[in-house]
């Protein structure tokens, strides 16, 4: 299987020139309290997210407000403002993954791919690969951001859609 690591600006340019950047076309990015604030911290825009409360439990998510529905962020030449602050959604697309705590430490994750140019030009291996290391990451550091993640896209209906790759459990703080 061959597998290409593509340098950040080539995947730039993929996901702006030949794929039209889709993904901030299409979807509403959900917001964890982490990227809310680090967000609202970096831009000068005034609304725009918007809350979707349900069950006494409020979900945040990216607001839509262009005229033709992109993404509030998504520049004309199709590039993202926030690049270096954008949610963690927009940093795993077109991978993404459901978490459970078997114990402390001890996780379940199942892992989705959403198919798109970037997957086929990077490699789904590749991504799922950077993915795991991220969120590895953020399970040593700070795992209420990736459950935050999970509930959010739970309440967006942001997993529709996405196919099944594969499961593991993972053990965070110990040799695996
Ligand atoms: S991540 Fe995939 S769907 Fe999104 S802009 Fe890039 S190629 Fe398109
Ligand atoms: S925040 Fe940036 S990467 Fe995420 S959908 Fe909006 S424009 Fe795209």
């Not at 967000?39 to 349900?54: A, L, P, Q, R």
């Not at 430490?105 to 590749?126: A, F, H, M, P, Q």
Request: charge should be neutral; hydrophobic fraction near 30%; charged fraction near 30%.
């Amino acid at each position: 299987m061959e597998i290409s690591l593509k340098t950040i600006e080539e995947r730039l340019k993929i996901c702006a020139e030949q794929c039209g950047s889709k993904c901030c076309k299409s979807t509403q990015p959900v917001l964890s309290s982490e990227d809310f604030m680090r967000i609202k911290s970096n831009t000068d825009k005034i609304d725009w997210f918007e809350e979707i409360e349900e069950n006494n439990e409020i979900i945040r998510l990216i607001s839509k407000k262009r005229e033709n529905n992109d993404c509030i962020f998504l520049t004309n030449k199709g590039r993202c403002e926030i690049y270096e602050y954008r949610p963690l959604d927009c940093i795993l697309f077109p991978i993404f993954l459901k978490i459970k705590e078997r114990e402390p430490r001890k996780y379940n994750i199942r892992w989705l791919v959403w198919y798109c140019l970037l997957s086929e030009n990077v490699g789904i291996d590749t991504l799922k690969l950077e993915s795991r290391g991220l969120v590895k990451n953020y399970l040593s550091s700070k795992p209420q951001y990736i459950f935050e993640y999970q509930t959010a896209m739970y309440k967006s209906g942001g997993y529709k859609k996405k196919h099944f790759l594969e499961e593991e459990n993972l053990t965070i703080g110990n040799q695996e």
